[in-house]
């Protein structure tokens, strides 16, 4: 398959040398034997919308999906462009961008930080799901989906994020708010990396971190869904 990883943003920099690029976690996450082809959003970079793709993969970003940032438009467009031709995979802000472009909306949630481990119900069973068991996966974000677009089903979710995983049936699309491609230790650093920021929330979250995961799980809804045909 050929897979454009749309690449919005990077890690702290601090971590880069020991944990790599969002493009190099997704790659190890989703498997090799596939063409991979990066596209820095930020610098401008996008697919051309006719070119051919098996699916593109919208990575996490520090951004606001809402943020005044002058790539943001024009990713909302390239979205609407290639929506129903070529498969979409949204993760954290690639889910929240993808939603508000598809006639959702994102705000800054009034529940403050979602991070560390937490387990999302999983409410319906799609061709690309194993099972309805819930997982067990890495988060972090501020920023929720608080309107679906009207096309989407929301598959699952908890409590505190009920727009966990949207999927756009007619469009061949998913989203995810998870960080599935998060090793538990770049979790756990980047939880250090932010521990000022997240005061009391740092200690729980790392240590949640230490139990197991469904990671590999959730990588391999993804491969499912990006072999499925149109």
Same mark, same amino acid.
């Given at each position: 398959m050929i897979i454009g990883i749309l690449e919005?943003?990077?890690p702290p920099r601090a971590?880069?040398?020991?944990?790599g690029s969002y493009p190099d976690m997704f790659k190890a996450l989703v498997g090799p034997g596939h063409d991979y082809r990066v596209f820095d959003v930020q610098a401008g970079e996008l697919p051309a919308p006719d070119a051919t793709f098996e699916g593109h993969i919208i990575t996490?970003?520090?951004?606001?999906?809402y943020d005044d940032l002058p790539w943001i438009?024009?990713?909302?467009?390239?979205?609407?462009?290639?929506?129903?031709?070529?498969?979409?995979v949204g993760i954290c802000f690639g889910h929240q961008i993808m939603a508000q472009a598809f006639g959702g909306?994102?705000?800054?949630?009034?529940?403050?930080?979602?991070?560390?481990?937490?387990?999302?119900?999983?409410?319906?069973?799609? &061709?690309w799901i194993d099972s309805t068991a819930p997982i067990a996966i890495p988060v972090s974000h501020q920023d929720q989906v608080i309107e679906a677009p009207p096309d989407a089903r929301v598959v699952g979710g908890n409590d505190f994020n &009920?727009?966990?995983?949207?999927a756009y049936e007619a469009a061949g699309a998913i989203s995810l708010q998870c960080h599935?491609?998060?090793?538990?230790?770049?979790?756990?650093?980047?939880?250090?990396?932010?521990?000022?920021?997240?005061?009391?929330?740092?200690a729980p979250a790392v240590r949640s971190l230490q139990s197991p995961n469904d990671c590999a799980r959730v990588g391999g809804w993804i491969r499912q869904f990006l072999a499925q045909g149109r």
């Open positions: 919005t943003g990077r971590l880069q040398p020991a944990f996490g970003s520090p951004a606001g999906a438009a024009p990713l909302e467009d390239f979205l609407r462009a290639v929506k129903g031709r070529t498969k979409l909306r994102v705000e800054k949630s009034s529940k403050g930080w979602g991070v560390g481990l937490q387990a999302y119900d999983i409410s319906v069973r799609e &061709p &009920p727009f966990g995983v949207l599935p491609e998060f090793a538990p230790a770049y979790a756990t650093a980047l939880v250090e990396a932010r521990a000022q920021q997240l005061g009391a929330l740092a």
